[in-house]
């Protein structure tokens, strides 16, 4: 179960968001993870929830402020209106916090899904102090300074998405390329959100089971 927290965000101002605690004692990991364009809702405390039993202290910054909603109209909303300076301010603070955190060993990853994902090639290429990303099914707009990226990248993307298309991720991957900068991409015969398994139309159980466990492999490799 995950409990809420406060920390300083990048710029000096306070954030807030929800973090779990692996079940071993120790010095473990640590994982940001970043919400879709829903909040901060229960599908992404059940993601913290996974990610602490495989052993990571994982934060989801709380990037909408407490405010939730089911309607993708409203989603599509609070997406655009969101202060993305802001909420990257909020992610590179939630990465300083749990790296300088006692139960962790000062090694920090990100993890997104939908707008969360796109704000993880964000961050990628805004915060030096990551040691993994994994993004899932988003591209950030406009294109961030993906020179400045130095942590290694698990990318995950849907053959089916018009929104975050595999021909964007490939451009992507390709430009990181070119620099000899690490971005792995995987394609899978699914739709968008096919890792979101409240989301009966979309969810792809298989899909979902080999993305979810390839990251939690990567961020092993690259975290421990």
Not at 55 to 70: E, Q
Not at 192 to 208: I, Q, S
Not at 210 to 218: G, L, N, P, T
Request: with cysteine; glycine share 8%; proline share 7%.
């Amino acid at each position: 179960m995950s409990e809420k927290v406060s920390f300083p965000a990048k710029n000096g101002s306070s954030a807030t968001g929800e973090i779990v605690w692996p079940k071993q004692d120790g010095k473990a990991p640590a994982v940001v993870l970043i919400q879709e364009w829903w909040g901060l809702n229960d599908q992404i405390r059940s993601l913290l929830d996974r990610l602490g039993a495989a052993g990571f202290v994982a934060l989801a910054p709380d990037l909408y402020h407490g405010k939730l909603t089911k309607d993708p109209t409203e989603a599509n909303r609070l997406m655009t209106e969101l202060d993305k300076p802001r909420a990257l301010d909020e992610i590179a603070g939630a990465v300083s916090f749990l790296a300088g955190h006692e139960r962790t060993n000062g090694k920090v990853g990100v993890m997104g899904f939908c707008m969360g994902g796109a704000l993880s090639f964000a961050a990628a290429a805004t915060i030096p102090e990551l040691a993994a990303v994994v993004p899932y099914y988003g591209v950030p707009s406009p294109a961030p300074d993906y020179s400045r990226v130095k942590a290694p990248i698990l990318a995950h993307f849907a053959a089916h998405d018009g929104w975050a298309t595999p021909a964007a991720a490939e451009a992507i991957r390709k430009e990181l390329a070119a620099r000899n900068q690490p971005m792995e991409l995987h394609v899978y015969d699914a739709d968008h959100a096919f890792a979101n398994d409240t989301r009966p139309d979309v969810y792809n159980p298989d899909a979902a089971k080999i993305a979810w466990e390839r990251s939690i492999e990567f961020l092993k490799q690259h975290l421990g």
